[in-house]
């Protein structure tokens, strides 16, 4: 299988705030790697496809870079509802896997 | 408008048996490869089980493999998994997610079903 690890598993940041999270494939996966949006008690929410294809609707603030196996969500200037934990896929191959998600906290 | 409406969730004893449904509307459901995504309480998301649009290929995790089977009926645009023989460390909110149309990543996700796995 292949694992999916983030980096960090959390960070605090202020609002006007520039953050990046990363995630590492274990092995390459191509263009088959999105990131995903998670706040309490809701359903993911998909950010980001095809490693850097904004989704319709996601604020132009995120952004999404990397290729093979090195892959990075940069958030340009955090707004309040930003606040949430994000997680990377890949889907190239069966079993789909997610990174254990990165917390992004208020400092 | 996109829907997915899981049901089926509850309270369950170790080594007993569950079926959740998700309704869809809204699209082709026939169209889409379909999956089943769990997540335990307080913890990560972690992928179950896959299906194409046809229902012809299946795919599983290493952790649900024969115990767990994803069928979907295109003519109700209803998802099914039938979970047998479930483990206390199963307890999880599942969510049912519609592939996206670029083949990456699931756009749409239901709201989620409880399964409680405890004595």
């Known amino acids: 299988d292949i694992q999916m690890t983030q980096s960090p598993s959390s960070v605090s940041a202020s609002v006007g705030d520039r953050v990046t999270i990363a995630c590492r494939a274990s092995?390459?996966?191509?263009?088959?790697f999105a990131w995903y949006q998670q706040k309490p008690g809701k359903a993911p929410k998909l950010l980001i496809y095809a490693e850097s294809t904004l989704q319709s609707g996601v604020p132009s603030r995120f952004s999404g870079s990397g290729s093979g196996t090195d892959f990075t969500l940069t958030i340009s200037s955090l707004q309040p509802e930003d606040f949430a934990t994000y997680y990377c896929q890949q889907a190239k191959i069966f079993p789909y896997t997610f990174g254990q998600g990165t917390k992004l906290e208020i400092k | 408008e996109v829907q997915l409406l899981e049901s089926g969730g509850g309270l369950v004893q170790p080594g007993g048996s569950l079926r959740l449904s998700c309704a869809a509307s809204g699209f082709t459901f026939s169209s889409y490869p379909m999956s089943w995504v769990r997540q335990a309480p307080g913890k990560g998301l972690e992928w179950v089980s896959g299906i194409d649009g046809s229902g012809g290929d299946t795919y599983y995790a290493d952790s649900v493999k024969g115990r767990f089977t994803i069928s979907r009926d295109n003519s109700k645009n209803t998802l099914y998994l039938q979970m047998n023989s479930l483990r206390a460390g199963e307890t999880a909110i599942y969510y049912c997610?519609?592939?996206?149309?670029?083949?990456?990543?699931?756009?749409?996700w239901g709201q989620g079903t409880l399964v409680t796995v405890s004595s």
């Open positions: 997610a519609k592939r996206h149309i670029a083949a990456v990543g699931f756009d749409y």
């Open positions: 092995q390459a996966v191509g263009s088959w």
